[in-house]
């Protein structure tokens, strides 16, 4: 006897082919370490949305600024992240920090007398993963005023084959000291 079921939909993993993944970023903070150092970063960045199996999100982000009232003084910007997540972030809803990757870029402006400006990564070939706490800018200061140092870092994300559709959001987080 046969069976007059309709025919099975054939799909690639857990999704249909017109399936897209969404990566949003949000909860950009800063923290400063003294009172004589502040940073700013943006508020929230969206990488926009790609089709799943894999591929890479990238934008380059807002302006980041360290302020320094130091007379004389160094300091360092660094840039974590936790893991990027959805739903209840099981494996499968989850990019882990070490797909993300970080690149300053040069100082965009500066302000007063910082005597030595240095970019964590200067170009697309040095940008880092975010598995760790990185540098993301230093500079030493010999200033009578304020002086600041800007930078416009870029943010990408290889998003893993393995997770599943949804909107993924993580907290890039700035801080100096």
Known sequence: MRSSLPPSRRTTGRFSALTALVILLVAWSGSPARAALSITAPATANLGSHAFGGGTLSVQLATTTVTSTDLIGAWTATVTSTNCTTGAGASYQTIPRA????????????????????????????????????????????????????????????????????TYTCTITHSVA
């Open 99 to 166: 797909s993300l990757t970080y690149w300053s870029g040069p100082a965009t402006a500066t302000t007063g007398l910082p005597s030595l400006v240095s970019p964590g990564q200067p170009t697309a070939a040095s940008a880092v993963t975010l598995a760790a706490s990185r540098t993301a800018f230093s500079a030493t200061t010999m200033d009578l005023d304020t002086s600041t140092v800007s930078w416009e870092p870029t943010l990408s994300v290889a998003i893993p084959t393995n997770v599943i559709v949804g």
